[in-house]
């Protein structure tokens, strides 16, 4: 079973994005994607669908994403708006009422999509409502495996200018994760990084932008010298079997492919 995981799209109807063009960016992941992995069951994308979070801005998003083969998982980010968001993309049957958390089944993986949004925030909380609907989950799935998927990383990833506006509640969300051993991976985009390890012992990735990405932590950088790293976007095929689970990451464009020359 494959699904396909893209995160921090930006997209704006107009316009650019930090010099990026979110519209060509997206064209070129919904091609790759089409010519390459259309047997993909969904396509899970963990918040920052829009940079501004606006109807107009979800209705043309949505002309983009119709051309994928595959059903749209959608997460909310930061810049994302619930009520917005709810208004055009559909969301799976079962979600939690006023938000955008919802469990998806692919045969025996269950997928989890956390709603970590505070409204005007930009770091995330999951308040107690959503803890105590992720943890009903878990227990109604029985041991069946799980993934974990959400926008605000719920650990400190050794980034310091982007580490403050993590998940501030994240240590009560892995203590909860960890008493799950079924709980095989957790996936979070926000930091616009590619980073992988372990925490309490659950396996996390997180997600380069299809936008634009974030400069490592060295050389040392702050926001009034931030610029975009000169890096090419990325998205993430995750194939789950006997075996267990892989993540590959895809380059489905160059730099200069909606990038500041372009
Ligand atoms: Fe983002």
Not at 74 to 79: A, R, V
Request: net charge negative; proline share 9%; glycine share 10%.
């Amino acid at each position: 079973m494959k699904l396909i995981w893209m995160s921090d799209l930006h997209f704006e109807a107009e316009g650019l994005v930090l010099g990026h063009d979110p519209r060509k960016r997206l064209q070129a992941a919904v091609d790759f994607v089409a010519e390459h992995h259309a047997e993909a069951a969904a396509c899970l994308i963990t918040g920052d669908l829009v940079e501004t979070g606006t109807v107009n801005n979800y209705n043309a998003l949505q002309e983009f994403l119709n051309e994928l083969p595959m059903p749209v998982l959608p997460l909310t980010g930061n810049h994302d708006d619930r009520t917005a968001l709810r208004e055009v993309l559909p969301l799976p049957e079962g979600a939690m009422a006023g938000f955008v958390q919802y469990r998806a089944d692919f045969g025996d993986l269950a997928v989890l999509c956390l709603d970590t949004l505070v409204p005007g925030e930009g770091a995330g909380v999951l308040c107690p409502d959503r803890m105590g609907w992720l943890q009903a989950e878990l227990e109604a799935l029985g041991g069946r495996p799980a993934i974990a998927a959400m926008h605000h990383p719920p650990m400190k990833l050794g980034l310091p200018m982007l580490d403050p506006d993590n998940l501030q509640n994240g240590e009560d969300l892995l203590e909860l994760l960890a008493g799950y051993p079924n709980v095989l991976h957790l996936l979070a985009g926000h930091v616009h990084r590619p980073c992988s390890g372990t925490v309490r012992g659950i396996p996390f990735t997180t997600a380069k932008s299809v936008l634009y990405q974030a400069p490592p932590p060295r050389p040392a950088w702050d926001w009034d010298s931030f610029q975009p790293a000169a890096e090419a976007p990325a998205l993430t095929v995750l194939e789950y079997g006997r075996n267990g689970l892989t993540l590959q990451q895809c380059q489905f464009c160059d730099y200069a492919r909606g990038g500041p020359a372009a």
